[in-house]
């Protein structure tokens, strides 16, 4: 029998991009309702942290001691507080607040357990042990004590410097015990927060390391840096995102319980935190002083916790339903 | 169990029809696929690399992935309609009427999961086992599919076993839950001969003693032979040749399916003769050509089949034979 | 046949150690692969048959040092790159490329197919990046796949066009030996006679050598100039092509050749197939003196106790077995 070959080999022309999977990750979170929601809410509080204090009606300091603790009004949506001011006002401010300690945070904290992290996993070995312990350290002493500890210890020599420095110089710089209170907040939350992330992205990195893929990739003989940039990284990302996401509502969270104890942001710069522990002293003659603050920060964490399980169905590539 | 009619197939797929979402809109991958398999029947399914069998198989669990989705037609198992079940009720079937055994071991089987406690799962969930009851059930399955030490291998993570191990650890937990149906899609790609012969018999076996059913997509011509009763030829999403074993051996109808014998390597063959090949590529999904498939690469194309699409039809002469080609369909015609 | 071989294969062994029980609490040894010898002759095709896991893939695996060896040597251009460490390896990596068997686990599932196989010839500096497209297009155009597909991503493709892939990253290399394990077992018999004459012209073109990998003994027996049988982490028998064909001397050659199903209905019913009874014994406590005795019907008492002897027994001709000098001397 005959077959006459027709060579079908055809045009190299294109009509037909490749569709990159971020962007079919994006499409298949777009398709999920509660992920949409969630990045709704965390787009809009973020809009809100940026912009607020220029839309607020009144400036969060500006007190008004003639009408304090007054319930929600038109005047004032959400009251004010013991001192007359605006609580819409402060919870917007707030906003700022928790977002940069947010951001701040855990970019300090992925900065340092992804390379600490990807550098265990992937060298093992001494460097992966020791690595291991001072994460194992840290998660095992409990994380409220560690920064009371912290603030306890450094807070009152820093202001001590700082006022010493104001009387020397007369710099206004110094007066602005606001830097101290970031510092430590910062430093003390990325110091627990870290941890987890090396983890997890130690772990990846010790799985992927085991994959045929990267055998393939050794057997091209391709170099240590090449592998572990495009076929580790790439494909350890997607649960280091999702628990990002995740991990910014937990800040917000734990800024909130720092305030509480007393270690967090510092009144008068207005935190939800410092707002809820404020409100939590009054709360059954003044409720709104608790509800507003403690509602926007539990809409906020739940918005971060489902874009962060959005993002997770969303990057497995071959997820179907 | 619900009985089917005697003579009503267990599965009975009726124009099957795949669709992916391209950048240029949806393209058909699966064109109205008509495939029935009787109670204890085995058809076996042929077909060039790419041509959908494995989508059409795993559309009938409802598995496909994303972007790809069933566009139209029906697919009964046991009278119900497969396409439409609930969730629910498809959970039952799956893994336990109808057993499935993946193209891809392991891309299927859990990495960080020992192989016993996979092939425990299906017995524990389906069959309602306790945990000693599934794992001795487990341990013989392995036995069953001709993996020494059992005992020890359920232990084994799926990275500790050879190609063709882990090939066998799917038929086992295709056939852990002795189902009425099982689909195998290229089952036995990593296995060696006297092994495949032993997950043939054991086939076989089964399919005597539960009278199961058995569609085994395959392109190993040579293992069919001995296997199946019915053979479908798949080409480019469309089924062109359907016929009983032998007749298909005997007289092979379909330009394609004679390329596909004639590219068999004979064991009698002289090395380095080069093996005869069907030119060409199949054509695309969202670029087939306007009339047969196969017409672009075949060499008995006449203009007719530029233009029109030819359908299944019995061949003259031949019971239960049926083939979708114009030409063809004519040479018999005259030959009878 | 040259003298000097491509590569020398000395007592390459190859232990896993395993953890049992639920806790992992009990360790045990894998005996995939156990003292293997044999050349490989350049220009050749040296196919390695065998029950599944009998070690054909871990002596691939081995012998390119992607798994460490337990002993053993394997010599390639006078340098013994087992005891070579990953650095020192990269150099001859491009010269020996391999074909996996699970095609669709070894491609990085964030790369597209253009991607998979333009990046070794851009790495090894085998072409420009405006020559690229054109050479990955003319790859898959090899393996028969359209240039389209360069843009899709490895979930989109279908089990044997992955594995044509994976062909072609292999091919994209340029190497001087390929160690194809099993690498066209997922394709239909019109597509698998494209890729094996695409092999047999590279290899009269470029003199390339390969380490064949596979169970279809018809392929086989079309493909290779001599043939390895192994059983259980052991080499059984190496002959030339016609030699183990025609005359087989191994009992287990024989049982293997014996299944060889034929693509006739007719036939298959009437074939008389050899059919190997006990049990079959597990690489984790392989069996004393010959590992195939369990099985073995001519099996003898020196069988149970005494490990027979690697020897050739006509020129070219290996095997280990007890009863073979016997059967040819007697
Ligand atoms: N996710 C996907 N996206 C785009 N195209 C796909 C996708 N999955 C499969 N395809 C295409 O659909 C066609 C049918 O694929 P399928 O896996 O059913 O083939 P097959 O007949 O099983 O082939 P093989 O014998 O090679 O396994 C192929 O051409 C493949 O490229
Ligand atoms: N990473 C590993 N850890 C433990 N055991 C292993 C590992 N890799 C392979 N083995 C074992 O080594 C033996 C030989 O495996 P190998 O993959 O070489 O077999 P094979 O001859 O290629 O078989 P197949 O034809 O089924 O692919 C098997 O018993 C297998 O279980
Ligand atoms: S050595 Fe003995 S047991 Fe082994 S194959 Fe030869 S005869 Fe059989
Ligand atoms: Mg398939
Ligand atoms: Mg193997």
Same mark, same amino acid.
């Given at each position: 029998?005959?077959?006459?070959?027709?060579?079908?080999?055809?045009?190299?022309?294109?009509?037909?991009?490749?569709?990159?999977?971020?962007?079919?990750?994006?499409?298949?979170?777009?398709?999920?309702?509660?992920?949409?929601?969630?990045?709704?809410?965390? =787009?809009?509080?973020?809009?809100?942290?940026?912009?607020?204090?220029?839309?607020?009606?009144?400036?969060?300091?500006?007190?008004?001691?003639?009408?304090?603790?007054?319930?929600?009004?038109?005047?004032?949506?959400?009251?004010?507080?013991?001192?007359?001011?605006?609580?819409?006002?402060?919870?917007?401010?707030?906003?700022?607040?928790?977002?940069?300690?947010?951001?701040?945070?855990?970019?300090?904290?992925?900065?340092?357990?992804?390379?600490?992290?990807?550098?265990?996993?992937?060298?093992?070995?001494?460097?992966?042990?020791?690595?291991?312990?001072?994460?194992?350290?840290?998660?095992?002493?409990?994380?409220?004590?560690?920064?009371?500890?912290?603030?306890?210890?450094?807070?009152?020599?820093?202001?001590?410097?700082?006022?010493?420095?104001?009387?020397?110089?007369?710099?206004?710089?110094?007066?602005?015990?606001?830097?101290?209170?970031?510092?430590?907040?910062?430093?003390?939350?990325?110091?627990?927060?870290?941890?987890?992330?090396?983890?997890?992205?130690?772990?990846?990195?010790?799985?992927?390391?085991?994959?045929?893929?990267?055998?393939?990739?050794?057997?091209?003989?391709?170099?240590?840096?090449?592998?572990?940039?495009?076929?580790?990284?790439?494909?350890?990302?997607?649960?280091?995102?999702?628990?990002?996401?995740?991990?910014?509502?937990?800040?917000?969270?734990?800024?909130?319980?720092?305030?509480?104890?007393?270690?967090?942001?510092?009144?008068?710069?207005?935190?939800?935190?410092?707002? =809820?522990?404020?409100?939590?002293?009054?709360?059954?003659?003044?409720?709104?002083?608790?509800?507003?603050?403690?509602?926007?920060?539990?809409?906020?964490?739940?918005?971060?916790?489902?874009?962060?399980?959005?993002?997770?169905?969303?990057?497995?590539?071959?997820?179907?339903? | 169990?619900?009985?089917?009619?005697?003579?009503?197939?267990?599965?009975?797929?009726?124009?099957?029809?795949?669709?992916?979402?391209?950048?240029?809109?949806?393209?058909?991958?699966?064109?109205?696929?008509?495939?029935?398999?009787?109670?204890?029947?085995?058809?076996?399914?042929?077909?060039?690399?790419?041509?959908?069998?494995?989508?059409?198989?795993?559309?009938?669990?409802?598995?496909?992935?994303?972007?790809?989705?069933?566009?139209?037609?029906?697919?009964?198992?046991?009278?119900?309609?497969?396409?439409?079940?609930?969730?629910?009720?498809?959970?039952?079937?799956?893994?336990?009427?109808?057993?499935?055994?993946?193209?891809?071991?392991?891309?299927?089987?859990?990495?960080?999961?020992?192989?016993?406690?996979?092939?425990?799962?299906?017995?524990?969930?389906?069959?309602?086992?306790?945990?000693?009851?599934?794992?001795?059930?487990?341990?013989?399955?392995?036995?069953?599919?001709?993996?020494?030490?059992?005992?020890?291998?359920?232990?084994?993570?799926?990275?500790?076993?050879?190609?063709?191990?882990?090939?066998?650890?799917?038929?086992?937990?295709?056939?852990?839950?002795?189902?009425?149906?099982?689909?195998?899609?290229?089952?036995?790609?990593?296995?060696?001969?006297?092994?495949?012969?032993?997950?043939?018999?054991?086939?076989?076996?089964?399919?005597?003693?539960?009278?199961?059913?058995?569609?085994?997509?395959?392109?190993?011509?040579?293992?069919?032979?001995?296997?199946?009763?019915?053979?479908?030829?798949?080409?480019?999403?469309?089924?062109?040749?359907?016929?009983?074993?032998?007749?298909?051996?005997?007289?092979?109808?379909?330009?394609?399916?004679?390329?596909?014998?004639?590219?068999?390597?004979?064991?009698?063959?002289?090395?380095?003769?080069?093996?005869?090949?069907?030119?060409?590529?199949?054509?695309?999904?969202?670029?087939?050509?306007?009339?047969?498939?196969?017409?672009?690469?075949?060499?008995?194309?006449?203009?007719?089949?530029?233009?029109?699409?030819?359908?299944?039809?019995?061949?003259?002469?031949?019971?239960?034979?049926?083939?979708?080609?114009?030409?063809?369909?004519?040479?018999?015609?005259?030959?009878? | 046949?040259?003298?000097?071989?491509?590569?020398?294969?000395?007592?390459?062994?190859?232990?896993?150690?395993?953890?049992?029980?639920?806790?992992?609490?009990?360790?045990?040894?894998?005996?995939?692969?156990?003292?293997?010898?044999?050349?490989?002759?350049?220009?050749?095709?040296?196919?390695?048959?065998?029950?599944?896991?009998?070690?054909?893939?871990?002596?691939?695996?081995?012998?390119?040092?992607?798994?460490?060896?337990?002993?053993?040597?394997?010599?390639?251009?006078?340098?013994?790159?087992?005891?070579?460490?990953?650095?020192?390896?990269?150099?001859?990596?491009?010269?020996?490329?391999?074909?996996?068997?699970?095609?669709?686990?070894?491609?990085?599932?964030?790369?597209?197919?253009?991607?998979?196989?333009?990046?070794?010839?851009?790495?090894?500096?085998?072409?420009?990046?405006?020559?690229?497209?054109?050479?990955?297009?003319?790859?898959?155009?090899?393996?028969?796949?359209?240039?389209?597909?360069?843009?899709?991503?490895?979930?989109?493709?279908?089990?044997?066009?992955?594995?044509?892939?994976?062909?072609?990253?292999?091919?994209?290399?340029?190497?001087?030996?390929?160690?194809?394990?099993?690498?066209?077992?997922?394709?239909?018999?019109?597509?698998?006679?494209?890729?094996?004459?695409?092999?047999?012209?590279?290899?009269?073109?470029?003199?390339?050598?390969?380490?064949?990998?596979?169970?279809?003994?018809?392929?086989?027996?079309?493909?290779?100039?001599?043939?390895?049988?192994?059983?259980?982490?052991?080499?059984?028998?190496?002959?030339?092509?016609?030699?183990?064909?025609?005359?087989?001397?191994?009992?287990?050659?024989?049982?293997?050749?014996?299944?060889?199903?034929?693509?006739?209905?007719?036939?298959?019913?009437?074939?008389?197939?050899?059919?190997?009874?006990?049990?079959?014994?597990?690489?984790?406590?392989?069996?004393?003196?010959?590992?195939?005795?369990?099985?073995?019907?001519?099996?003898?008492?020196?069988?149970?106790?005494?490990?027979?002897?690697?020897?050739?027994?006509?020129?070219?001709?290996?095997?280990?077995?007890?009863?073979?000098?016997?059967?040819?001397?007697?």
């Amino acid at each position: 029998m005959t077959m006459t070959p027709v060579n079908l080999s055809s045009t190299v022309a294109d009509d037909e991009p490749p569709v990159s999977l971020w962007r079919d990750a994006w499409h298949r979170l777009l398709r999920n309702k509660l992920a949409v929601a969630g990045l709704a809410v965390v =787009i809009l509080l973020a809009f809100v942290a940026v912009f607020g204090p220029w839309l607020t009606p009144y400036d969060f300091l500006t007190q008004d001691l003639s009408a304090r603790n007054q319930a929600p009004s038109l005047a004032h949506l959400f009251g004010t507080d013991d001192l007359g001011r605006d609580v819409f006002s402060r919870v917007v401010y707030g906003t700022r607040t928790a977002f940069v300690v947010a951001i701040v945070v855990t970019a300090i904290a992925v900065v340092i357990g992804v390379t600490l992290g990807a550098m265990a996993g992937f060298f093992g070995g001494m460097f992966d042990r020791v690595v291991m312990w001072f994460t194992d350290m840290t998660m095992s002493v409990p994380n409220l004590l560690l920064v009371v500890v912290i603030n306890a210890s450094l807070k009152t020599p820093i202001t001590a410097w700082m006022e010493a420095r104001y009387q020397a110089t007369l710099n206004p710089f110094y007066r602005e015990t606001i830097w101290v209170d970031f510092l430590l907040v910062f430093g003390s939350m990325a110091l627990i927060s870290w941890p987890p992330y090396a983890r997890l992205v130690r772990a990846q990195v010790l799985s992927i390391r085991g994959r045929p893929y990267v055998t393939a990739a050794r057997a091209l003989g391709l170099t240590n840096r090449l592998i572990l940039m495009r076929y580790i990284v790439p494909n350890a990302i997607g649960p280091l995102i999702v628990s990002v996401s995740a991990g910014l509502g937990t800040a917000m969270v734990l800024e909130s319980a720092f305030s509480f104890l007393g270690v967090g942001v510092n009144p008068p710069t207005p935190s939800w935190g410092n707002m =809820i522990s404020d409100g939590l002293r009054v709360w059954q003659h003044y409720p709104h002083l608790l509800a507003a603050p403690a509602a926007v920060l539990g809409l906020a964490t739940v918005a971060f916790s489902f874009l962060g399980d959005g993002l997770n169905d969303a990057l497995n590539p071959r997820g179907s339903k | 169990m619900t009985a089917p009619a005697d003579n009503k197939p267990l599965l009975d797929v009726r124009g099957l029809t795949i669709e992916i979402d391209t950048r240029r809109g949806p393209a058909v991958i699966v064109d109205g696929i008509n495939l029935t398999v009787g109670k204890g029947e085995t058809l076996g399914v042929v077909g060039e690399s790419g041509c959908g069998k494995s989508l059409t198989m795993l559309s009938l669990v409802r598995l496909l992935p994303n972007k790809i989705r069933v566009k139209g037609g029906t697919a009964e198992f046991a009278g119900r309609d497969l396409l439409k079940m609930s969730k629910s009720e498809l959970r039952q079937v799956r893994g336990g009427k109808i057993g499935f055994v993946f193209q891809d071991p392991m891309t299927s089987l859990n990495p960080v999961m020992r192989i016993g406690d996979q092939l425990c799962e299906p017995l524990i969930y389906h069959r309602k086992m306790n945990k000693a009851d599934a794992r001795v059930r487990a341990i013989e399955l392995l036995r069953l599919v001709g993996i020494p030490g059992p005992e020890q291998r359920i232990e084994a993570y799926p990275h500790e076993l050879s190609g063709g191990m882990r090939q066998r650890v799917m038929i086992a937990i295709g056939l852990a839950c002795d189902p009425e149906l099982l689909i195998a899609d290229e089952p036995t790609t990593a296995l060696d001969v006297t092994i495949q012969a032993q997950i043939v018999d054991l086939v076989k076996d089964l399919r005597k003693k539960l009278n199961m059913s058995v569609v085994w997509i395959t392109h190993d011509l040579a293992l069919i032979a001995g296997l199946v009763d019915r053979v479908a030829v798949l080409y480019a999403g469309t089924v062109v040749e359907d016929a009983p074993v032998n007749e298909l051996f005997a007289r092979p109808t379909h330009p394609y399916t004679r390329g596909l014998l004639a590219s068999i390597p004979k064991l009698s063959d002289e090395r380095a003769s080069r093996l005869s090949s069907i030119g060409g590529t199949p054509p695309e999904p969202g670029r087939r050509p306007k009339g047969c498939p196969f017409a672009p690469r075949c060499g008995l194309a006449e203009s007719v089949c530029h233009e029109r699409v030819p359908v299944l039809e019995p061949v003259a002469g031949s019971g239960g034979h049926r083939v979708a080609c114009f030409v063809a369909q004519r040479q018999m015609m005259e030959a009878a | 046949m040259a003298a000097e071989p491509l590569i020398k294969v000395e007592n390459l062994v190859k232990h896993f150690v395993v953890r049992l029980g639920a806790f992992g609490e009990r360790g045990a040894t894998v005996y995939a692969v156990d003292d293997v010898s044999f050349d490989i002759f350049a220009g050749e095709t040296l196919s390695l048959v065998g029950e599944s896991g009998c070690g054909k893939s871990t002596t691939g695996f081995t012998l390119l040092n992607l798994q460490k060896a337990t002993s053993g040597k394997v010599i390639f251009q006078g340098e013994n790159i087992v005891s070579l460490d990953e650095k020192r390896m990269r150099p001859y990596r491009r010269e020996l490329q391999i074909v996996f068997q699970d095609p669709y686990s070894t491609l990085n599932p964030r790369m597209t197919i253009g991607e998979v196989v333009g990046e070794p010839i851009l790495f090894h500096k085998l072409a420009t990046k405006a020559e690229l497209p054109e050479c990955v297009s003319r790859l898959l155009a090899d393996v028969g796949l359209p240039a389209r597909f360069a843009q899709r991503y490895p979930h989109e493709l279908s089990g044997g066009q992955r594995q044509r892939v994976a062909i072609a990253r292999a091919l994209a290399c340029q190497p001087k030996f390929i160690v194809c394990d099993e690498a066209i077992s997922a394709l239909d018999v019109s597509v698998q006679a494209q890729i094996i004459n695409l092999l047999l012209d590279l290899q009269e073109k470029y003199g390339l050598t390969y380490l064949f990998i596979a169970h279809d003994l018809a392929v086989v027996r079309h493909i290779s100039t001599r043939v390895g049988v192994m059983y259980l982490g052991r080499m059984a028998e190496l002959a030339t092509r016609e030699q183990l064909f025609s005359n087989p001397l191994h009992p287990y050659t024989r049982a293997l050749l014996s299944a060889v199903p034929e693509a006739d209905p007719e036939l298959e019913k009437t074939r008389q197939r050899q059919i190997l009874t006990g049990d079959v014994p597990s690489p984790l406590a392989p069996p004393a003196g010959c590992r195939f005795h369990t099985r073995c019907p001519i099996a003898m008492d020196k069988c149970k106790a005494v490990v027979p002897e690697w020897r050739e027994v006509v020129p070219g001709h290996h095997v280990s077995c007890h009863a073979v000098g016997m059967e040819t001397a007697g």
